[in-house]
């Protein structure tokens, strides 16, 4: 039986955000999240796109074609309709370099069980918007810290607990986890985005981590 998976989303485009920006990516887009931010910029399209079975034998046809890496993305990569997918997509794929975009939910499991040879940048991007939430993040965030593998990709808005998890995740950096924490202004327009700005370099220049632009959106590629 050949293997496939399900996505609502399968095109080459570039990474638009983080460590990898600019890098040539077959962006492959699950459709489920466990989670309804209100500043999605994907929540229409998750909505009204249905679901459509790819194979991988075509997806590594087309990534060899592109000299393209892949970026798998949501949605929720790690939610229980999605995590063996994407565990066969980043075991049995042939890729030059991954990205995979979190939350969090249950990105423990996919770390354990993705080939450690294989070379892949997962990105937590935590959404806090409660005490309980804040509390989640910072745990999780002390054990990311430790795996190489693994990159902090936070929006940033001026709410306290924001700040509060900025000014406590900034006291466990040392000058090499430094570079792992990407900060990125919120909006899903480009003038929502440059108005943003401004703040997110004041925040990374207190915190001392990286800015990171949204591309994707600025330029309009995606």
């Avoid at 995979?100 to 080939?115: A, I, Q």
Wanted: glycine residues 4%; aromatic residues 10%.
């Amino acid at each position: 039986m050949k293997k496939e998976v399900h996505l609502i989303e399968n095109f080459v485009s570039w990474q638009g955000e983080g460590i990898d920006s600019g890098q040539a990516m077959i962006i492959l887009r699950f459709k489920t999240c466990n989670l309804k931010c209100p500043w999605c910029d994907t929540s229409v399209k998750m909505r009204i796109s249905s679901e459509a079975p790819y194979l991988l034998s075509d997806l590594q046809t087309n990534m060899s074609q592109k000299r393209a890496g892949i970026m798998i993305t949501g949605g929720e990569p790690t939610v229980p309709k999605h995590i063996d997918e994407a565990l066969m997509l980043l075991n049995e794929l042939d890729y030059p370099i991954a990205n995979v975009e979190s939350n969090g939910f249950n990105l423990e499991r996919l770390l354990k069980e993705t080939d450690p040879s294989k070379n892949v940048h997962f990105m937590y991007s935590p959404k806090i918007f409660s005490t309980k939430d804040l509390k989640e993040a910072l745990l999780k965030t002390k054990e990311f810290l430790k795996d190489d593998r693994v990159f902090i990709k936070l929006v940033y808005e001026n709410r306290p607990e924001i700040i509060d998890y900025l000014e406590k995740v900034s006291e466990q950096l040392t000058l090499e986890m430094g570079r792992k924490v990407w900060l990125m202004p919120e909006g899903t327009t480009r003038p929502d985005l440059i108005r943003n700005s401004s703040d997110v370099f004041d925040a990374c220049e207190k915190y001392k981590i990286n800015f990171s632009s949204r591309n994707h959106i600025i330029f309009g590629f995606v």
